[in-house]
């Protein structure tokens, strides 16, 4: 277990030597001894070192210091400084090096931790744990976390000491197991569930419901005890023949000897049974008669609703007819009406396309000939002018003209 702080001055054999490693943060004997850059000033680890989370600096030069420098001259000198147990009933003598170990293995008076699970977790010296364990420590009772179907009351919450715990599970907890009390029965279940069983057990000596003189028998053989029970009530014999009487079997014998009675009692189920089937017949018919009546009603709402629909789509269909016939009469009258208007429309532009042919065509003939007229003269005239001139080129002028070029 780590451990803070120093070392007691108080537990050194040689209390003159505490001044050379004595901390000077908590003044006690260095724990893991360092010191600060200079290395003129010893510390505890944990002390040096929460004092340095709130100043960086040494806290006895002030020099700037981030971090611990360990010491192991000064830790090799600690540990081999000869001390006795911190406890002053202990008699442990040795080192340094050796007390926390001693501490936290062999010391009977250093306080540790109750280690008992559900227990209650007090410090207690080592040496006196058996005991508190035993007598002392509270313990939750192992059915505390018992999964019982049920809610957390189903639960055992006491806490006990371990001495009291043996008998609390063994005759006291709720939910002990415990075997069912009828020794032919083998269930097992949890003390708080054997009521419950016991209203159901095969083997629980239960008296016959009918108080016959067998007094008590186990509830597995209530049933095969029905059919030989005297005060069962039963029916007679002749019950087939139409005997409804019913009586303890201790009585029903001389009942069923009683002849008068049951020739009577058949007579009675003979006419039962000949007006029971002649009204089953009767039923029967009226059943079936009813059930074709009910199809041929079907049928004929079905004809009807069939007829109603067919008028329904005749009306449909001469109005529609009706409406065609008018449209036709509208159409064609509209189609004879443009027939005359395109066809006069027709004509007349027929007649207007051929008078304009006609004009276009007299008017080109007329300046074809102006045109042709105009060209025969200035060939007549061309040709006169080159007769003329034909008339003038002489050999001799042509041999001139030849030799000039």
């Avoid at 002390?47 to 360990?70: F, M, Q």
């Avoid at 006795?84 to 442990?92: M, S």
């Avoid at 005991?131 to 049920?150: D, E, M, R, V, Y």
């Avoid at 095969?224 to 002749?238: I, L, R, S, T």
Wanted: glycine residues 4%.
């Amino acid at each position: 277990m780590a451990r803070r702080g120093g070392f007691p001055i108080s537990i050194l054999c040689n209390q003159a030597k505490s001044e050379y490693f004595q901390c000077l943060v908590c003044t006690e004997i260095c724990r893991s001894p360092v010191t600060c850059q200079s290395g003129a000033h010893l510390f505890c680890h944990d002390c040096l070192s929460e004092s340095l989370r709130r100043n960086s600096s040494c806290p006895a030069c002030r020099e700037p210091l981030t971090a611990p420098v360990p010491s192991f001259f000064a830790a090799a000198q600690v540990s081999a400084l000869d001390v006795v147990c911190v406890h002053d009933k202990c008699k442990w003598v040795g080192t340094c090096g050796r007390l926390d170990g001693h501490l936290d293995n062999d010391c009977l008076h250093e306080p540790i931790k109750c280690s008992v699970e559900g227990g209650c977790g007090e410090l207690v010296p080592r040496g006196e744990m058996a005991t508190h364990q035993q007598f002392i420590c509270l313990q939750s009772c192992p059915n505390s976390k018992a999964k019982t179907g049920g809610d957390e009351l189903d639960r055992c919450n006491a806490r006990l000491s371990r001495n009291d715990l043996v008998d609390h599970l063994k005759d006291y907890c709720k939910l002990r197991i415990i075997h069912c009390p009828h020794t032919s029965c083998e269930v097992t279940t949890r003390y708080n569930q054997m009521p419950a069983h016991l209203e159901v057990c095969p083997y629980a000596p239960v008296p016959c419901p009918r108080q016959c003189a067998v007094g008590n028998l186990m509830r597995q053989n209530l049933e095969a005890h029905k059919n030989e029970c005297p005060n069962e009530p039963v029916p007679c014999v002749h019950a087939p023949l139409g005997c409804s009487h019913v009586a303890p079997r201790s009585e029903i014998i001389g009942h069923e000897q009683d002849i008068s009675i049951h020739f009577s009692s058949l007579r009675s189920k003979v006419f039962a049974e000949q007006q029971q089937a002649y009204q089953q017949k009767m039923d029967e018919m009226t059943r079936v008669f009813q059930q074709k009546l009910q199809t041929l009603e079907e049928k004929i709402t079905k004809l009807q609703l069939h007829v109603v629909e067919k008028h329904k789509e005749q009306n449909a269909a001469m109005l529609m007819l009706k409406r065609l016939e008018e449209q036709n009469t509208l159409l064609t009258g509209k189609v004879e009406d443009q027939s005359v208007t395109f066809n006069w429309k027709l004509l007349e532009q027929t007649t207007a396309l051929n008078t304009k042919l006609q004009q276009q065509t007299e008017a080109f003939n007329t300046k074809l000939q102006e045109q042709t007229a105009t060209l025969n003269t200035k060939l007549q005239e061309q040709m006169s002018l080159l007769q003329s001139i034909s008339g003038s080129l002489t050999a001799d002028n042509l041999r001139r003209i030849y030799r000039g070029y």
